[in-house]
């Protein structure tokens, strides 16, 4: 199978606040938040891959760079074989959507959503919007005519996802798509996400912090901590035997209805400003050894599974 | 024996907004022992955060209670504003979702820590030194793993992260030692490592100092680890209340065993996930009859006509179902 992106040593930094000239005659060094620090990871199509990870892990950073919303600090970022730049760009926006979190924020609350459903493609176009409508679910004589105020959460939000595949978009990016949502009306998006990805043979990038979703959502996992990924590979191996301490205790923490006891690594998630020096996971690791305070790891590959850290290399 | 320390009895909740009154809670009951943890579940809309509103009067004032909160033999319902100013804090204390909320912005967190000290020493009518107050108070953010207290006390709520936050205010509940401490989707806005954390620390303070918890959550499996007794709310009313073992391994009400089906554990691949038709009804046009006999997929007759009442499983745990009749 081939690959649909490819990101080669993704860097984004963000500027903590805007250079000024004063600052550039004293030649005061510029603080950079370090939102994805030297990330590699390849999407095969028609695979749905979950980016998993804690607030502030670059997981949402990622999905933006794949959109070409945001543009890399460096790296590369391929699409169907072709590299994406400043220039050309134009291929990977038609055939890339993405869906977010807050169904109400995304979509505008003065649109009908006849109008809301055919803008992304500069006309209406009844019919298309019809077809779509009643491939998320929706009757379009009965809502067409609506505002979003009139919908609840769960209808939005599939407003949104016909919003996203209504120009035939090969990928979507998914970021954190139903964690507005109650549990009942989650089932019914989840279900709905995947009967679209066999359908219209679509791949996905799905955003969560949910490890229960990702588990029944995803093929493959990629772990994200503090701008790095930690692990990659498929989910059947991580979720089963997860290599990475961080990894065995971010699935630890998780509550299901097997464990009455949580386990949790202690302390909070590093400062993305001032990075910790070699792992950046190693001031909460139970694990943790010399090396791994002074040196940064390098990916190990485990029974097909991707590690980064010092206890595999 | 345990004495009954809280108990709900009849409470209706209205609000009156301009689309008319809304009959949030209706004919509430509950009772719990001291010491108890009880999880309320349910889904956005459900009125569970109106019951924690109800039983700390925080309610905003358009609602209407009616009927008797029992804390501790004393109605409060009934008292006054300023006494239930003295017992909000001291006897009842309340965490909420949004941890920024919940401090004082321009103040330090060793303020208001202090503040709460100084409250807890004088309930005890004890005199300590500002010196010893401060000590005890970073004692307090050591208990709940705080890296630094003595940094963290001189530091602003916007200055710590969410996680931190939460755990501030726990120091809170942990010098004032309330007797009931109310916690309203504490963990919502936190990440699963740190709510972990905040999870194993509420339940430190249940087993070491017999504080009774209700934890409020729209997250079964969370209510699971969190209490000893689940109750899951529905439009307004009881469901279900259950020990919270029963409740995973053998649910009684419909609505309780769609909920968990609906919970996502298998790989990608199997069936397609079971899914509760339609979405939660508004309070301004519930159904007749059963509240979940709309989405229900058990529903007979009787369901469609006649609200059905709690029925008795074994002890004091209930359901509404007309199945259990």
Not at chain 1, 224 to 234: H, M, P, S, V
Not at chain 2, 1 to 6: I, N, S, T, V
Not at chain 2, 271 to 282: A, D, N, Q
Request: net charge positive; with cysteine.
């Amino acid at each position: 199978m081939s690959d649909i992106i490819n990101l080669k040593n993704i860097k984004k930094y963000y500027l903590t606040q805007e250079r000024q000239l004063l600052d550039i005659i004293f030649r005061r060094k510029p603080i950079y938040v370090r939102a994805l620090d030297d990330i590699s990871i390849d999407i095969i199509k028609g695979n749905i891959l979950g980016v998993v990870g804690e607030s502030g892990s670059g997981k949402s950073t990622m999905g933006k760079i794949i959109s070409s919303i945001e543009q890399p600090t460096s790296g590369e970022l391929d699409f169907e074989g072709s590299k994406v730049d400043k220039k050309h760009y134009k291929n990977l926006r038609k055939n890339v959507s993405m869906v977010f979190q807050n169904p109400y924020t995304s979509v505008n609350p003065r649109m009908k959503i006849k109008n809301l459903v055919s803008e992304p493609l500069g006309k209406f176009d009844e019919k298309k919007v019809r077809d779509v409508l009643s491939l998320v679910g929706m009757d379009y004589d009965e809502i067409s005519n609506k505002e979003p105020r009139e919908l609840s959460g769960g209808q939005i939000q599939r407003i949104a996802i016909s919003r996203a595949i209504i120009k035939s978009p090969e990928l979507l990016i998914l970021d954190e798509p139903t964690s507005a949502l109650d549990e009942s009306i989650q089932a019914q998006i989840l279900n709905l996400l995947l009967d679209l990805q066999e359908k219209l043979k679509l791949t996905y990038v799905f955003i969560t912090h949910n490890i229960g979703v990702a588990k029944y959502m995803t093929d493959k996992i990629a772990v994200t901590y503090a701008g790095k990924i930690f692990e990659y590979g498929n989910t059947k191996n991580i979720m089963e035997n997860p290599k990475h301490p961080y990894t065995q205790l971010l699935i630890a923490s998780v509550p299901d209805f097997k464990k009455k006891e949580l386990k949790s690594p202690v302390g909070d998630v590093p400062s993305l400003i001032n990075v910790p020096k070699g792992c950046r996971f190693s001031n909460r690791c139970p694990k943790v050894m010399d090396i791994c305070k002074s040196q940064e790891p390098k990916f190990s590959d485990i029974d097909g599974v991707k590690v980064l850290c010092w206890l595999y290399g | 024996m345990q004495k009954l320390f809280l108990e709900i009895k009849n409470l209706h909740v209205l609000y009156k907004t301009v689309n008319g009154i809304s009959v949030v809670l209706d004919n509430f009951n509950l009772s719990i022992d001291k010491g108890e943890t009880v999880a309320i579940v349910g889904e956005s809309g459900s009125g569970k955060s109106t019951l924690g509103g109800a039983i700390t009067r925080l309610l905003p004032s358009s609602a209407e209670e009616k009927g008797e909160i029992v804390l501790n033999g004393k109605d409060i319902l009934k008292i006054s504003e300023d006494d239930m100013t003295l017992i909000r804090g001291t006897s009842i204390f309340m965490i909420f979702q949004n941890p920024l909320n919940s401090l004082n912005p321009v103040k330090t967190v060793g303020f208001q820590l202090m503040e709460a000290e100084k409250i807890r020493v004088e309930r005890d009518k004890k005199t300590l030194t500002e010196d010893e107050i401060k000590n005890e108070v970073i004692a307090n953010l050591e208990l709940v793993r705080l890296p630094d207290p003595e940094q963290i006390f001189n530091r602003y709520p916007h200055e710590l992260s969410g996680g931190q936050i939460q755990r501030v205010v726990i120091a809170m509940a942990l010098i004032l030692r309330p007797d009931l401490l109310i916690a309203d989707e504490p963990t919502t806005a936190l990440d699963v490592t740190i709510q972990a954390q905040v999870i194993n620390l509420l339940k430190e303070l249940n087993k070491n100092y017999g504080m009774t918890i209700i934890f409020i959550t729209h997250d079964l499996s969370l209510a699971y680890v969190m209490a000893n007794d689940v109750m899951v709310m529905y439009a307004g009313r009881i469901m279900e209340f259950n020990e919270s073992n029963s409740i995973v391994s053998k649910p009684a009400h419909p609505y309780t065993i769609s909920l968990l089906k609906s919970v996502p554990t298998d790989y990608k691949g199997g069936s397609r996930l079971y899914y509760i038709l339609g979405s939660p009804p508004s309070f301004f046009s519930l159904p007749r009859g059963c509240k979940f006999n709309p989405r229900c997929d058990k529903v007979f007759e009787k369901c469609r006509v006649q609200e059905p009442t709690l029925f008795t499983m074994k002890g004091k745990y209930e359901v509404r179902c007309w199945l259990f009749e």
